[in-house]
């Protein structure tokens, strides 16, 4: 930027005088005046255009951002239902195999029962067959009527004889037939 007085030189340099100078002056004030107004309004556009350029940054960044966030929160929502699912299988399972432990434990019992019920009604019907006053059949099942049968007493070493004790023995279990 020229002053006012580099321009005066210059202008009479050229040999301009009075009102030819004073114009040659202001011309090229106006010059410079234009000059700094078109850089001013290219550097604003400039910053317009920079500003414009930013804008578009940040909203990719944050356009990115959005995305890698919803990203990360479906792949936690898919591993939370991945776990959940895998949570209920395993107490699925775990409900299944108590579910056929219970079944084995009920078939057991009802072998064991009808082991015990065949195993009964085969020692009753050969005790009915020498005692058929003794009990009713009723269905599969038989009741005893009458009295109890007698128990035989325990051998006692100190008060009991070994030879009596089998003889009494032999009797009790000839009559239990």
């Known amino acids: ?16 005088k009075g009102t030819e100078l004073r114009d040659f002056i202001k ?3 106006d010059l410079e005046r234009e000059e700094r107004n078109r850089l001013r309004e290219e550097q604003d556009k400039q910053r317009e255009h920079d500003k414009i350029q930013q804008d578009k940054l940040d909203k990719f960044r944050l356009a990115e951002t959005e995305r890698e966030r919803e990203k990360e929160q479906s792949e ?6 991945q776990r959940e699912k895998d949570e209920k299988d395993r107490e699925f399972e ?7 432990r219970d079944k084995m434990d009920f078939e057991l019992q ?13 020692s009753e019907d050969e005790k009915g067959e020498d005692n058929k006053e003794g009990s009713v ?4 099942t038989r009741q005893r009527i009458g009295a109890k049968r007698p128990k035989m007493p325990c051998f006692d070493e100190r008060s009991d004889d070994m030879d ?14």
Do not use: C, N, P
Not at 164 to 169: M, P
């Open 164 to 177: 009596s004790f089998l003889h009494r023995f032999e009797v009790y279990a000839d009559s239990q037939r």
């Open 137 to 140: 059949a009723s269905g599969h």
């Open 94 to 100: 775990i409900e299944r195999m108590k579910f056929e």
């Open 27 to 29: 011309e090229q004030q």
């Open 110 to 122: 009802m072998k064991a029962t009808e082991a015990k019920k065949a195993s009964s009604e085969k």
């Open 76 to 81: 936690k929502e898919l591993r939370d239902y």
């Open 1 to 16: 930027m020229a002053t006012v007085q580099t321009l005066k030189d210059l202008g009479e340099q050229m040999g301009l």
